[in-house]
């Protein structure tokens, strides 16, 4: 059982480390680069993407290795990455589709909108993973009043 506790702990700490890369891939260098990683290659972009996770993934499996050993409380961040999977995935989804619309209605100028809906994305995944994070904490370590 401790086994699959690791794989699964590695593997949602390997997709949040992964997804804060790929933000900053697909969202915030939008704004300070005129070229998109996607207007490359796309099938190479995700190539890149889902070699950089297996590698995060089994690095990852290492070190839940050592903390299995060493935390008491083990179980507890488990279930803290766990329980944040699902929700980053939402997050992943959703922000730049949320900064499109927003610029959209926002900025009649069109060249604008590229460089806002980038700037709002990546804001907006910002604020949502910060408040995910605290509700997963919330939930892993609940108050004790």
């Known amino acids: 059982m401790i086994i699959l506790k690791i794989i ?23 704004i300070f680069d005129t070229s998109s990683v996607w207007d490359d290659d796309p099938i190479e972009w995700l ?6 996770f297996i590698f995060l993934w089994i690095s990852f499996c290492g070190v839940c290795a050592v903390l299995a050993k060493k935390l008491k409380d083990f179980d507890r961040l488990v279930n803290f990455f766990v329980n944040l999977f699902l ?5 992943w989804i959703l922000s730049p589709y ?21 700037l709002l994305s990546a804001l907006i ?21």
């Open 47 to 52: 190539q890149q993407k889902c070699v950089y």
């Open 98 to 118: 949320l900064g499109i619309i927003i610029a959209a209605v926002c900025i009649s100028d069109t060249h604008l909108v590229d460089f806002y809906s980038a």
């Open 87 to 91: 929700p980053i995935v939402a997050i």
């Open 8 to 30: 699964a702990c590695a593997f949602s700490m390997g997709f949040c480390l992964m997804n804060i890369s790929s933000l900053g891939d697909f969202v915030v260098w939008r």
């Open 125 to 145: 995944s910002i604020v949502l993973f910060m408040v995910v994070v605290r509700e997963v904490l919330k939930q892993i370590y609940p108050s004790k009043s």
